[in-house]
């Protein structure tokens, strides 16, 4: 049998590498790059160190191709462009798919010193980055294409944190688009080709809206990453406000009595709902923090007369806040489509 051999400058020992038994009964051999002859492996202080490429047993040695290469400045183009005060994971393990973790941190807050501090918003998304050599330009209907493998976009769908795709080129790393998986998968292949999961064919061509441009909308990335939350939220907002404002109601008609310990049960559902920082925060209703704490506020005088004659505070909004939340997703694509951009 014969074994092709490779001759490299390294500090390797070569009984570590197995070779002294493959080939110390043998003479010589010869390779591409130079005579190999028996003290080449017996000695360890030559100037070569000799490494088996064992082609029939499919081993090899590590190398740094020109396709790493680009990975690594692609990933770096991308942190680059992240906020700071993100913290942004790159991951060890990449098999699938994953390159990047990051978790969305918000401005707000002072530290001991008097500096701006941020705080956790609980948001995270993940990331696969591709990277090119080639410019990044518009193809056929005027997207940046690239194509996936189905596996692949099987498993991104799974997720319910958001997954981006990032097209880099290390030529103008200043220049990423994106697009979120999850959401091209609903809007577009769903409606295109509802059967892509089972047809022929290994891979499926995106195609990215150029104007999903990292530089210039890092607030759509943002609003895709909040809206697992916000959706977990809006749950929960609807069984406690739906709850309150049916007992509200029914104390206001006399249909259900009032004490102190219904009141006290109603500003526990109440200051409940004023954790729901994303929902508060992200809402279109004018409804805030402030928003409850005058519901909480109102809670309190309800065992008054004069709290049994005025209306709850801001009810409209509360209200116009249930019924938006249940058309969230038809709102979101007629405002974004008005403005010539997709959901995802």
Known sequence: ????IYMLDAAIKPDA?????????????????????????????????????????GTSFHMRTQSHIIDTKAVKAVMAQLPDHWVVRELSERDYGIDLLVEIFAPGLKDA??????????????????????????VGAGTINYSLQKKSLA??????????????????????????????????????????RDQDGDTIVIRIPPANLLSADLNKIENIAFEPKFLEESIEFSEIYSDISNRINAILHRAHDFDQDVAKDLRIRAYRMRRLDVLLTRNDCCINRESVDDLIAYIGELDTRQGRLDPPPHSDNFELLMDTLLARSDARRHVLENDGLTIY
């Not at 498993?155 to 220049?175: D, G, I, N, W």
């Not at 994106?178 to 959401?183: A, D, E, L, S």
């Open 1 to 4: 049998m014969s074994w092709p």
């Open 17 to 57: 590498c197995g070779i002294i038994g493959k080939y110390k009964a043998a003479n010589s051999c010869t390779t591409g790059l130079r005579h190999v002859s028996k003290s080449d492996f017996s000695n360890p202080h030559s100037s070569y160190r000799a490494y088996r490429c064992a082609v029939d047993s």
């Open 113 to 138: 010193m008097g500096k701006d501090a941020f705080v956790a918003t609980g948001a995270v998304f993940h990331i696969q980055i591709k990277g090119t050599e080639e410019p990044l330009k518009p």
């Open 155 to 196: 498993y991104m769908e799974k997720f319910s944190t958001p997954f981006f795709l990032f097209r880099v080129s290390t030529k103008e790393p200043q220049t990423i688009f994106f697009t979120w998986i999850q959401g091209y998968i609903k809007e577009v292949m769903d409606r295109e080709t509802p059967m892509w």
